[in-house]
């Protein structure tokens, strides 16, 4: 199976940064997807930015421009640059990732447990 730590979340001024990472861990596994997503105060969670294994990258409308996500396979870890960053954008984020693992048929799916983001005005 696949264990997933997100880490890098915290306090920021609006205009601010941070970087987001999310650590993979496991045996045998190979990641395909991985996306980050959020969930803000009485809001669904969404997803904000998602990167697959051909580094193929999506953003949702808010996060184009300010957000990049990336992936380093070699340390099985994505991240998550946040820069100019709004009081909306507070929420905790989360990141997903859909793996091949051995002794499983077809994509598994993973979550860890969330980093928390805010955003002051």
């Known amino acids: 199976q696949v264990q997933l730590v997100e880490s890098g979340g915290g306090l920021v001024q609006a205009g601010g940064s941070l970087r987001l990472s999310c650590a993979a861990s496991g045996s045998s596994f190979t990641i395909d997807f991985i996306g980050w997503y959020r969930q803000g105060p009485g809001k669904q969670r969404e997803l904000v930015a998602s990167?697959?294994?051909?580094?193929?990258?999506n953003y949702e409308d808010s996060a184009k421009g300010r957000f990049t996500i990336s992936r380093d396979n070699a340390k099985n870890t994505a991240y998550l640059q946040m820069n100019s960053l709004k009081p909306e954008d507070t929420a905790v984020y989360s990141c997903?990732?859909?793996?091949?693992?051995?002794?499983?048929?077809?994509?598994?799916?993973?979550w860890g447990q969330g980093t928390q983001v805010t955003v002051s005005s």
């Open positions: 990167i697959s294994s051909d580094g193929s990258t």
């Open positions: 997903n990732a859909r793996a091949y693992v051995s002794g499983f048929i077809g994509r598994q799916s993973y």
